[in-house]
C-alpha cells in the first residue's frame, strides 16, 4: 500500500504482473509499481493468484466461468480475467468459501 499514490486510493481490485513490474489497478486509477506479484499478493488479504500474471480481490468477483480448458474470472465491472487450469479448484474453493462467510 506504500507504493500507491494517494490519488487512486487502496481498494485494490486486481493486480497484473508485467515484466519486473505489477499493475495495480484500484477503484480509483491504475499505476505501475516495482515489485514482485508473488510479494504483493503474500500482504493482501481476502484475494487469491488465479493466473501467473493476476491476483484478483474476492469482493469484485462476479463470478467464476468458461470451459474447464479456457476458465475465466469476471469482474464486477466486465473484465474478463484467465484463470490458469492448475489453479481452477483451488480459485473455485477458496472463492466458495468467501461466499459463504468462511474467510474474513
Given at each position: 500500500?506504500?507504493?500507491?499514490?494517494?490519488?487512486?486510493?487502496?481498494?485494490?481490485?486486481?493486480?497484473?504482473?508485467?515484466?519486473?513490474?505489477?499493475?495495480?489497478?484500484?477503484?480509483?486509477?491504475?499505476?505501475?509499481?516495482?515489485?514482485?506479484?508473488?510479494?504483493?499478493?503474500?500482504?493482501?488479504?481476502?484475494?487469491?493468484?488465479?493466473?501467473?500474471?493476476?491476483?484478483?480481490?474476492?469482493?469484485?468477483?462476479?463470478?467464476?466461468?468458461?470451459?474447464r480448458?479456457?476458465?475465466?474470472?469476471v469482474?464486477?465491472?466486465?473484465?474478463?480475467?484467465?484463470?490458469?487450469?492448475?489453479?481452477?479448484?483451488?480459485?473455485?474453493?477458496?472463492?466458495?468459501?468467501?461466499?459463504?462467510?468462511?474467510?474474513?
Amino acid at each position: 500500500y506504500n507504493h500507491l499514490p494517494p490519488e487512486i486510493g487502496t481498494d485494490i481490485v486486481f493486480i497484473e504482473a508485467e515484466l519486473h513490474y505489477i499493475k495495480v489497478v484500484t477503484v480509483g486509477g491504475e499505476t505501475l509499481v516495482l515489485y514482485a506479484l508473488r510479494d504483493a499478493a503474500k500482504e493482501l488479504a481476502e484475494g487469491i493468484i488465479i493466473h501467473r500474471s493476476y491476483w484478483v480481490a474476492f469482493k469484485f468477483i462476479e463470478k467464476i466461468t468458461g470451459t474447464r480448458a479456457s476458465p475465466v474470472c469476471v469482474l464486477k465491472d466486465g473484465r474478463r480475467l484467465p484463470i490458469s487450469r492448475r489453479r481452477l479448484d483451488e480459485v473455485n474453493d477458496f472463492y466458495e468459501q468467501y461466499q459463504a462467510g468462511r474467510m474474513r
